[in-house]
T-cell receptor
Framework: RKEVEQDPGPFNVPEGATVAFNCTYSNSASQSFFWYRQDCRKEPKLLMS???SGNEDGRFTAQLNRASQYISLLIRDSKLSDSATYLCAVGMDSSYKLIFGSGTRLLVRP | DTEVTQTPKHLVMGMTNKKSLKCEQH?????MYWYKQKAKKPPELMFVYSYEKLSINESVPSRFSPECPNSSLLNLHLHALQPEDSALYLC?????????????FGDGTRLSIL
């Protein structure tokens, strides 16, 4: 089993749709969680950190479910510009290492 | 615009060449990272420097040699690379006073080995 797993997609949605991605992690000692966005042939860009209480940034909402060991990203009112690959990353407080999921590809169509 | 700057943006080299990748950040971060990313794969950690000391080496072959001259700079020296080393090489930094903080990436060096 991979340490961090994501559905590769692609998720193909119309503009204005709401879409959600999940990311499961295997190590229950994991303490830090992030979502990154990566455009084709570009670097990953930090989208948001994921906190225990959940957090929202505009159209984006991230949540953590420790009991089931997954994090989620919800995108409301999808824009064409949201088309990208979304990577989750998981870390532990004992190490500087982040483990990345393989990414979920999102395509938003007109 | 990224606050982590990498040079060069593209590099083509032969298997017998020696070259270096450079990374610079001026955010006062004390942890810096090298990642390798192949197409359609996630970034794979290679090295971590914390307060200018190497703290993680993910069993990277010795043909890759990292160097951290000061808290703002990170180099990756390349020698006798193989065609399978062709990839996007990403530098990242984080605040570094403790693990578990978000990492910020440079825009990478796209490396091709002939």
């Amino acid at each position: 089993r991979k340490e961090v797993e994501q559905d590769p997609g692609p998720f193909n949605v119309p503009e204005g749709a709401t879409v959600a991605f999940n990311c499961t992690y295997s190590n229950s000692a994991s303490q830090s969680f992030f979502w990154y966005r990566q455009d084709c042939r570009k670097e990953p860009k930090l989208l948001m950190s994921v906190y225990s209480s959940g957090n929202e940034d505009g159209r984006f909402t991230a949540q953590l479910n420790r009991a089931s060991q997954y994090i989620s990203l919800l995108i409301r009112d999808s824009k064409l510009s949201d088309s990208a690959t979304y990577l989750c990353a998981v870390g532990m407080d004992s190490s500087y290492k982040l483990i990345f999921g393989s990414g979920t590809r999102l395509l938003v169509r007109p | 615009d990224t606050e982590v700057t990498q040079t060069p943006k593209h590099l083509v080299m032969g298997m017998t060449n020696k070259k270096s990748l450079k990374c610079e950040q001026h955010m006062g971060h004390r942890a810096m990272y090298w990642y390798k990313q192949k197409a359609k794969k996630p970034p794979e950690l290679m090295f971590v420097y914390s307060y200018e000391k190497l703290s993680i080496n993910e069993s990277v072959p010795s043909r890759f040699s990292p160097e951290c001259p000061n808290s703002s700079l990170l180099n990756l020296h390349l020698h006798a690379l193989q065609p399978e080393d062709s990839a996007l090489y990403l530098c990242a930094s984080s605040q570094g006073d403790r693990p578990g903080q978000p990492q910020h990436f440079g825009d990478g060096t796209r490396l091709s080995i002939l």
